[in-house]
């Protein structure tokens, strides 16, 4: 099944960005999911997701477990590391490959390649602790890139980390699939929802530079993490499941994209209706945190218009390709 991608389309005053549309072309992957044997389910979810695919898997097992009421499967370790894993490699992906030329640096693929290889090699515990040491050490010595970048962006509503059990009076309609809200808006997901208590991303909050809070939290969510391999309890923190009737289980597993939700409600030994809620459904609902951020942004030329919208891209972390359209007012 072909992932689709994300149409941007800015139009562009000469001066400014005065108008910003976000269309996606994702399938509902889930919907064609209904009537699967529930087997055959978990066959197909971690080959349908390219990205994030361990975190797939796992918000599917965690849900199917909810649904035949076996909730003691949401706190097992093994699938909580293997999350925790991919997102480290998804972090550093973005901080040495993506966000290096963003900033007038050259990107980092010899020192990415090597940690993938280390993050390849963790087979327990022992060794996930190991690699934690090293990670920390590491990032003592890293420093954020400065982003000349001083545009101030008014509060958005930021995502919760909720527990399993409370989100399910959120997800209700039909819809919200693929245009959630929160407490009836749009709501950002990932690294920045998730550190803005950090204090250096909370001074960058409050004077509106999210794009560089969104940078350090990012930082900081890998500083979490680290030391999260050596502390299997911390990691359960982020996979969490419930029960919500007969036959129904929801599960929410942290990625670092954001939250990511899966719910299952049974029929006998298949699927009956099954919906996924990824993070890049947030970051880029219509409303959302890309729409409100590049909407009335300075921009002297295009160029300055397709950087500053690449930038805000990687900040917000999709899971599918982008495809930037510029077109005069």
């Not at 509902?28 to 390219?50: K, T």
């Not at 010899?110 to 963790?122: A, C, D, I």
């Not at 209700?172 to 997901?189: D, N």
């Amino acid at each position: 099944m072909e992932p689709g991608s994300l149409e941007l389309t800015l139009t562009w005053d000469g001066k400014q960005i005065v108008a910003a549309e976000v269309v996606s072309t994702r399938p509902a992957v889930a919907r064609a999911l209904s009537g699967l044997p529930v087997a055959r389910v978990l066959e197909f979810i971690p080959r349908l997701f390219s990205l994030c695919p361990r975190a797939q898997e796992a918000a599917a097992r965690l849900s199917l477990a909810a649904a035949r009421g076996e909730q003691a499967a949401s706190s097992a370790a093994a699938p909580a590391l293997a999350v925790a894993l991919e997102a480290i490699g998804e972090h550093l992906w973005r901080l040495l490959l993506d966000w290096p030329p963003l900033a007038g640096q050259p990107a980092r693929q010899s020192e990415f390649l090597g940690w993938r290889q280390r993050l390849k090699r963790v087979a327990d515990q022992a060794e996930a602790a190991a690699l934690g040491g090293e990670l920390a050490a590491w990032l003592g010595s890293e420093r954020s890139p400065a982003l000349d970048d001083d545009a101030a962006v008014a509060a958005g509503v930021l995502l919760p980390m909720l527990s399993a059990a409370e989100w399910a009076a959120h997800i209700g309609a039909e819809s919200f699939a693929e245009l959630p809200t929160f407490a009836g808006q749009p709501a950002e997901t990932g690294v920045l929802a998730r550190r803005a208590g950090d204090a250096r991303v909370a001074e960058l909050l409050a004077v509106g530079h999210r794009l560089q809070a969104r940078l350090v939290a990012r930082y900081a969510d890998l500083r979490w993490l680290a030391q999260g391999l050596a502390d299997p309890d911390r990691l359960a923190t982020w996979l969490d499941a419930a029960t919500l009737g007969e036959g129904c289980g929801l599960a929410c597993v942290e990625t670092a994209r954001g939250t990511l939700l899966h719910q299952i409600q049974l029929d006998g030994d298949r699927i009956g209706r099954y919906v996924i809620v990824a993070p890049t459904e947030w970051n880029f609902h219509p409303q959302g945190a890309f729409v409100r951020e590049i909407d009335a942004r300075p921009a002297a030329t295009r160029a300055e218009v397709a950087v500053a919208a690449r930038r805000l891209v990687v900040s917000l972390d999709p899971c599918v390709a982008c495809e930037l359209r510029i077109k005069d007012a």
